[in-house]
């Protein structure tokens, strides 16, 4: 395995309430990205982490927080809720040019 | 900022055939990279591009980085039932520091028993 982890897999959640998605890696990687996935759309870049607490954001930063206090952990944050992000969110982790290699994804639905 | 733009959207192919799929972009890259990805699952790596004009094989995939750096094809020969998925082309320049992709909006692979 990959050495990524993507937890929950699956949440249900009310609009309004905060939720929080976690990446996990064994890799050591240095870079770590978070996507979001809806169809026609493909992937979108939400926010990456170039090391421990260096964040920046991606093209659909608005309505995400990010954090990175360790190498191995980072966490996206849906301060409030909203139904435009129910979607498919993937982590990501790099290290190099040789690409990424991706979570199995966390289905978030925003009711 | 950079776009892919990946055709076709989606493909209906019958057991046996081949598949043809490509991108192009408005600006260069570095690297050119295809995934593959499963129902359920992230995205898979399946080929590495690196050079302009590179030519690269997986067994039955086949994939070439264009000469100008802004395209890239893929080709899959006598596709079997287990090809189904989305396919993803995505850019890279590394320049610096930032190892970031630019993705496709995929290609919708069906293939017909």
């Known amino acids: 395995d990959a050495g990524i982890t993507q937890s929950p897999r699956h949440k249900v959640t009310e609009t309004g309430t905060p939720v929080t998605l976690r990446c996990h890696q064994t890799?050591?990687?240095?870079?770590m990205y978070w996507y979001r996935q809806d169809p026609g759309h493909g992937l979108r870049l939400i926010h990456y982490?170039?090391?421990?607490?260096?964040?920046d954001k991606g093209e659909v930063s608005d309505g995400y927080s990010v954090s990175r206090s360790k190498t191995e952990d980072f966490l996206l944050t849906l301060e409030s809720a909203t139904s435009s992000q129910t979607s498919v969110y993937f982590c990501?982790?790099?290290?190099?040019?040789?690409?990424?290699?991706f979570g199995s994804g966390t289905r978030l639905t925003v009711v | 900022g950079q776009q892919l733009n990946q055709s076709p959207q989606s493909m209906f192919i019958q057991e046996g055939e081949d598949v043809s799929m490509n991108c192009t972009s408005s600006s260069i890259f570095n690297t050119w990279l295809w995934y593959k990805q499963d129902p359920g699952e992230g995205p898979v790596l399946l080929i590495a591009?690196?050079?302009?004009?590179e030519l690269t094989s997986n067994g039955r995939l086949t994939a070439q980085f264009g000469i100008t750096r802004k395209d890239s094809f893929l080709n899959i020969s006598a596709s079997i039932p287990s090809d189904v998925g989305i396919y993803f082309c995505a850019g890279q320049n590394s320049g610096g520091s930032n190892y970031k992709l630019t993705f496709g909006k995929g290609t919708l692979l069906t293939v017909n028993p």
């Open positions: 890799e050591n990687h240095r870079y």
């Open positions: 990501a982790i790099s290290e190099s040019r040789y690409g990424y290699t």
């Open positions: 982490s170039y090391g421990v607490k260096d964040t």
């Open positions: 591009l690196y050079k302009a004009g």
